[in-house]
């Protein structure tokens, strides 16, 4: 049995954290004479008793890296008791939310899924509204964070391609907190950026900063209903697409080109393919919208573009209901939630990198059928792939169609149809948001589902956010035996 005390002692920080986050909102319900303002502080109060009891409890001398086991249970114990906390505000918010939709709401800011269960979204308190946002926004750098000095050292789906020199060391703790520094402080300068240029796209103040953290983060979370779809003009779309991108780009790469060293993110095989597939995909998507008279060309480049940019990132934004469009569209759309962004984005999905992997090993052998005596290496940013990643993201691969599989069939099982059963099984487990069939669903609102349905994807939002390794190695013998 693995030393638990450093693992709760990291949760007892998150959780003292998420308690001073909750203290944001608490102050806009105040100042605009909101009661809400009562339910965060009682909650920051009790998340911050708890996160406080948990570092007292567990306190230790010096700094001890984390054993194997004990990355694998950091990770699931942050996320978990994260999502836990988060639901306190919705609990104690008076508005009727029962534990359920509560603990999903949270789940589904925390992982940056999206989809929601408020019923009158665009009559919700501030405070909360906000609290959404928030979740979005601390989820997407949670994630960068874990991508980079968890994941690698896990060695989780072929991540330890992206480790890092000097992470995991008495010596590399320099190096891991500036970088660490380095790429909030880019986080936060896009996320002001966005809301100025949303608030100079028509944007009231308010829902320029909620809409800046939700795209930054590829969370999605709206202010709206009808999402992005409910605000007039197209400024706003135009402001929300860039951001997008940027939230789903390797964020070391951002941070160089902060520092002024812009070729390496042109350079980057990662950025480069998602804009790739970006522009591909809206092509293609507003040639059928043209072709089949949903739009004329300009109004069709655009729905085309923003949609197939906020499904790539897993933002989940929506302008319009894709249901109608055919099941062409749809199925492309799928796709692309499914693919995601980089290693180290905001975004989830079985990211680039491992398409990439996958191309370049299928590739390499096919050149092996017609060569059968040649020497076919697979590459990655120009270098080689050694074996055991190439096994880690075939193996991901096909973990993660497993997954995708069990969810549906369990959405199915709980009398769902099968065009929301299978959309909203994808949503989940690419924390993409969003989906098809239902008309609510197409929105993001998942509040008619069943409340095992609601179980059963916070489940897989969780599942696809720890990069489905992380977590289910947790159900296996082998990991709690000696």
């Not at 944001?24 to 809400?36: F, I, K, R």
């Not at 001398?61 to 114990?77: D, E, I, S, Y």
């Not at 990662?270 to 804009?275: F, G, S």
């Amino acid at each position: 049995m693995p030393d638990l005390r450093p693992v709760f002692a990291v949760a007892g920080w998150l959780l003292a954290i998420l308690a001073a986050a909750m203290l944001v909102p608490a102050a806009v319900d105040l100042a605009n004479g909101d009661s809400g303002w009562q339910a965060f502080v009682a909650a920051a109060a009790l998340t911050l008793f708890f996160g406080v009891a948990l570092l007292l409890a567990n306190r230790q001398r010096g700094w001890h890296p984390f054993t194997l086991k004990q990355g694998f249970l950091v990770a699931n114990v942050a996320w978990l008791s994260v999502a836990l906390f988060g639901s306190l505000p919705f609990l104690f918010s008076g508005l009727g939310f029962s534990f359920t939709d509560a603990f999903f709401e949270s789940m589904s800011g925390i992982t940056t899924t999206g989809v929601t269960i408020f019923r009158e979204l665009d009559a919700a308190p501030a405070g909360l509204l906000l609290w959404r946002a928030l979740l979005n926004w601390l989820g997407g750098i949670g994630i960068i964070v874990t991508a980079l000095a968890v994941l690698p050292v896990l060695q989780v789906g072929g991540m330890q391609l992206f480790r890092l020199e000097g992470f995991g060391g008495e010596q590399g703790l320099p190096r891991a907190a500036s970088l660490g520094v380095g790429i909030v402080l880019v986080y936060v300068v896009l996320t002001a950026a966005g809301a100025l240029a949303l608030i100079g796209a028509g944007m009231t103040a308010f829902d320029a900063v909620t809409h800046a953290m939700a795209a930054i983060s590829t969370g999605g979370f709206s202010t709206r209903a009808l999402s992005v779809g409910a605000y007039v003009g197209h400024a706003p779309q135009y402001v929300l697409i860039v951001l997008m991108l940027l939230g789903a780009m390797p964020f070391l790469q951002l941070l160089r080109a902060g520092q002024g060293k812009l070729t390496p993110l042109w350079r980057d095989s990662e950025a480069r393919w998602l804009l790739g597939l970006a522009l591909a995909a809206a092509l293609a998507l507003a040639l059928w919208l043209i072709d089949r008279k949903f739009y004329g060309e300009p109004d069709a480049l655009r729905v085309a573009l923003f949609t197939a940019v906020s499904m790539l990132t897993g933002t989940g934004f929506v302008i319009a209901d894709p249901t109608p469009w055919g099941g062409l569209p749809i199925a492309m759309l799928v796709t692309l939630m499914f693919i995601g962004g980089a290693a180290d984005s905001t975004t989830s999905g079985v990211k680039l990198f491992r398409v990439q992997i996958f191309v370049a090993e299928a590739h390499a052998a096919l050149r092996r059928l017609t060569q059968p005596h040649g020497v076919f290496i697979p590459h990655f940013k120009r270098r080689p792939v050694p074996d055991e990643v190439n096994q880690q993201v075939i193996g991901y691969f096909s973990l993660f169609g497993l997954s995708y599989a069990v969810l549906a069939i369990g959405l199915g099982l709980l009398g769902l149809d099968l065009t929301t059963a299978l959309s909203a099984a994808a949503s989940a487990l690419a924390n993409a948001g969003g989906g098809f069939g239902d008309k609510l669903v197409a929105y993001g609102n998942f509040s008619g589902l069943p409340e095992a349905a609601k179980w059963w994807l916070a489940f897989g939002m969780l599942l696809g956010r720890l990069e489905l390794i992380v977590l289910l190695v947790l159900f296996t013998r082998s990991f709690w035996r000696g």
